[in-house]
Nanobody, 125 residues
Framework: QVQLVESGGGLVQAGGSLRLSCVASKGTSSMYVMGWLRQAPEKERELVASISRSGGSTYYSDSVKGRFTISRDNAKNVVYLQMNSLKPEDTAIYYC??????????????????WGQGTQVTVSS
C-alpha cells in the first residue's frame, strides 16, 4: 500500500559520507516501522538499520553500528540513513522498507511488507 522511493546514492571514496533519503507516499509513514536494507552481489539481503514508529528506538547491524544513523521525519514522510566513515564493503544497493505489523522494531528482511526500488552506493578503496 505504501510506496517508497529512495535517493542519495552515488560513488564515494572510503572514509567519505552519504545521506540516503526515502519518501513514503500513499500511506502515513508513522504507521510503519521503517528500515534500510542492502544487497551486494553474491550476498544475502542484509538489514542495516531499523527505526520505530515514533523514532524513539533504533537498531543497527554490527557492521554499521557507530557509523550509520537512521532517523525519520514523520511530518514529511521521510526516513534518512546518514552513512559516515564508509568502507568498500558497504558497497551495495540500499533499499528502504516498511513494516505494517505490530512489532516495535523489525530486524530481519523478511519482516518488511513494502520495498523501494533501491539506490546504488559504491565506495571505492
Amino acid at each position: 500500500q505504501v510506496q517508497l522511493v529512495e535517493s542519495g546514492g552515488g560513488l564515494v571514496q572510503a572514509g567519505g559520507s552519504l545521506r540516503l533519503s526515502c519518501v513514503a507516499s500513499k500511506g502515513t509513514s508513522s504507521m510503519y516501522v521503517m528500515g534500510w536494507l542492502r544487497q551486494a552481489p553474491e550476498k544475502e539481503r542484509e538489514l542495516v538499520a531499523s527505526i520505530s514508529r515514533s523514532g524513539g528506538s533504533t537498531y543497527y547491524s554490527d557492521s554499521v553500528k557507530g557509523r550509520f544513523t537512521i532517523s525519520r521525519d514523520n511530518a514529511k514522510n521521510v526516513v534518512y540513513l546518514q552513512m559516515n566513515s564508509l568502507k568498500p564493503e558497504d558497497t551495495a544497493i540500499y533499499y528502504c522498507a516498511a513494516d505494517s505489523s505490530l512489532r516495535s522494531l523489525t530486524i530481519t528482511p523478511k519482516g518488511y511488507d513494502s520495498w523501494g526500488q533501491g539506490t546504488q552506493v559504491t565506495v571505492s578503496s
